[in-house]
């Protein structure tokens, strides 16, 4: 079993920049690749981007690429989401979710956060 809970959301302009953060707890909490994922009221729950276990390899969906960055630290049990030159269109409940595979279909993510709410003012 996997505790995740994010932090780190809040109101930012557009241009600016928010790190998020999902710790996680539970024995095997490094054994999982982690994803981020955020929706929008009215939209379908979208993949933003993954990180594997050791940390080494990334994976982003194109409309972030470039922008957000992920990372983790096994020591510290934590994830996180850097996100700059944020847009209106990135405003979204953001979901940490972990999973034993490698990919961004969220039916294939076995364990989810509670979200934290990302507002972008433009």
């Known amino acids: 079993q996997v505790q995740l809970v994010e932090s780190g959301g809040g109101l930012v302009q557009a241009g600016g920049s928010l790190r998020l953060s999902c710790a996680a707890s539970g024995r095997t909490a490094s054994s999982y690749n982690m994803g981020w994922f955020r929706q929008a009221p009215g939209k379908e729950r979208e993949f933003v981007a993954i990180?594997?276990?050791?940390?080494?390899?990334?994976y982003y969906a194109g409309s972030v690429r470039g922008r957000f960055t992920i990372s983790r630290d096994n020591a510290k049990n934590t994830v996180y989401l850097q996100m700059n030159s944020l847009k209106p269109d990135d405003a979204a409940v953001y979901y940490c979710?972990?999973?034993?595979?490698?990919?961004?279909?969220?039916?294939?993510?076995?364990?989810w956060g509670q979200g934290t709410q990302v507002t972008v003012s433009s």
């Open positions: 979710a972990a999973r034993t595979g490698w990919g961004s279909n969220s039916r294939d993510y076995d364990y």
């Open positions: 990180v594997s276990r050791s940390g080494d390899s990334t």
